[in-house]
């Protein structure tokens, strides 16, 4: 539900746009690599034209979509998601009871058995066609009966998809696989001590790790628009369930704070998982949510920021050891997709220091980043690496795909990076006929995942 007796105003690079726009063969500065042959799509909220909000995570999910083929921009479009509640619909009945049909669709856009799905966390996946055009919102043939976290993760060996819903009523979790086909056929309710707000979660090979951290549902918050904020008593624990075991879970306590975005986990050769996750304090976790909710680009003075971190968790011991890997401030980690649940090299990262923005890459064994600088009047949003076609390439030989969008929200480019080289010159950069709002989540969805020839 949401309200506006808080509401905030959008502006500057957080503006929404007022329409549904299009167009064909855009400039190119640079030369698009031809394997880059796809779709780049990227989701956020966008309210309509005149319509309050009450947080900037609350508004109507938008895609933003640019076509690349052989070397060409051939189009940039943007759609909302026809979702009910763009058509005016409560997700909660007068009731309270809640209809999972209804949302915003507004976090996240990816591609799995043939099918886009745009995500939000409250409610089930919204499809869309190559075009984005909105088919519907999708329970899975009646299978799913919670909301579907906008983080899923795809085990690049198996094909298959694991996600999670929560509720701030019971069952607070459960636990999703979907098939490689596209079938759901496991759902397993997880116990947790309460209605805590959890936004993504991690997969290793064998694993599906959760967090259980102290922000939590709060009746008192429901007229700032999302209705979760910190609490001091709900304690903070990561949680090792072994995939073949669906609901049974090793807890393990860790030092309360909160992670929006995790980077990976893996299992290490000690039977150990590794977590790595863009890590909030508790005094940042505060600034960060009372920003959000009040005047969210205020996050650019540099408040309330996260840390790049590691936990390491001995299902053999229970003990548990933290580290923080660096002090810069990042958040949207990403990583080569082929990689998720097995170890992997690099992170790549936004980072904002001192009101400069840029895209960086974390070397792991380095013990280092290296970024591209956007400078002070541009900000850059979550990179999507797309690995090269080459034979036995290297962890990081291919491209990272960013929309970077002006502060004043005057104008916005597709950046194409070489990941091998990060701090370089960008490979191309596509100018695109509007300033894209600053959003969430994407995805490069190639036409072979798409079944298109």
């Known amino acids: 539900m949401t309200t506006t007796d808080h509401a905030v105003t959008l502006t500057g690079h957080l503006a929404p746009v007022p329409d549904e726009i299009e167009a064909r063969d855009l400039t190119v500065h640079g030369t698009l690599p031809p394997e880059l042959t796809g779709r780049y799509l990227r989701n956020g909220p966008n309210p309509r034209p005149g319509e309050p909000t009450s947080h ?14 052989d070397g060409r921009a051939e189009w940039y479009r943007n759609r909302w998601v026809r979702t009910r509640a763009l058509d005016g619909e409560q997700m909660i009945s007068e009731t309270g009871t809640f209809d999972r049909r209804v949302g915003v669709a507004n976090t996240h856009v990816l591609a799995h058995a043939g099918k886009i799905m745009t995500l939000v966390e409250s409610s089930f996946p919204y499809v869309v066609t190559p075009d984005l055009d909105t088919v519907g919102s999708d329970d899975f043939d009646g299978r799913l009966t919670t909301a579907m ?3 899923p993760k795809t085990d690049p060996v198996t094909g298959e998809l694991h996600f999670f819903g929560y509720s701030p009523m019971p069952p607070f979790l459960t636990y999703h696989r979907l098939s490689a086909s596209g079938e759901l056929v496991i759902s397993a309710e997880v116990p947790v001590a309460g209605p805590s707000m959890m936004h993504d979660f991690a997969i290793t090979d064998r694993q599906a790790v959760f967090l259980d951290l102290p922000m939590t549902f709060q009746l008192s918050r429901l007229d700032r628009g999302i209705p979760y904020g910190w609490d001091d008593t709900y304690g903070a624990r990561i949680g090792v369930m072994p995939l073949d ?19 990976n986990a893996w299992t290490d050769e000690h039977g150990r998982v590794v977590l790595d996750g863009a890590r909030y304090s508790r005094e940042a976790t505060v600034a960060m949510w009372d920003d959000l909710g009040a005047d969210p680009a205020s996050q650019a003075a540099g408040t309330g920021k996260a840390r790049l ?7 053999a011991t229970g003990t548990t050891a933290e580290t923080a890997l660096d002090d810069r401030a990042v958040e949207f980690p990403t990583l080569d997709d082929e990689l998720v649940g097995r170890r992997a090299r690099y992170r790549y990262a ?15 064994d380095a013990g280092r980043y290296t970024a591209h600088e956007l400078g002070t009047d541009t900000v ?7 690995p090269s076609a080459a034979p036995d390439r290297a962890e990081d030989d291919g491209w990272l795909l960013t929309i970077t969008t002006r502060r004043d929200g005057s104008a916005s480019q597709l950046l194409v990076l070489d990941a091998t080289d990060v701090g370089g010159a960008p490979v191309a950069a596509v100018d695109l006929p509007r300033g894209v709002p600053s959003g969430f989540h994407g995805s490069f969805v190639t036409d072979a995942e798409l079944g298109l020839g």
């Open 56 to 69: 900037w995570f609350t508004g109507h999910g938008m895609v933003h979509g640019i076509r690349l083929h």
């Open 380 to 386: 850059g949003g979550e990179a999507v690496f797309v």
């Open 245 to 263: 075991t669906p609901g049974t879970v090793q807890w393990f306590d860790v030092e309360p704070g909160y992670v929006f975005h995790v980077g």
């Open 149 to 151: 976290t906008a983080h």
């Open 350 to 364: 936004v980072a904002e220091d001192g009101g400069s923005a840029g895209i960086v890459k974390f070397d792991e």
């Open 309 to 315: 971190h590691r936990w390491v968790l001995d299902p």
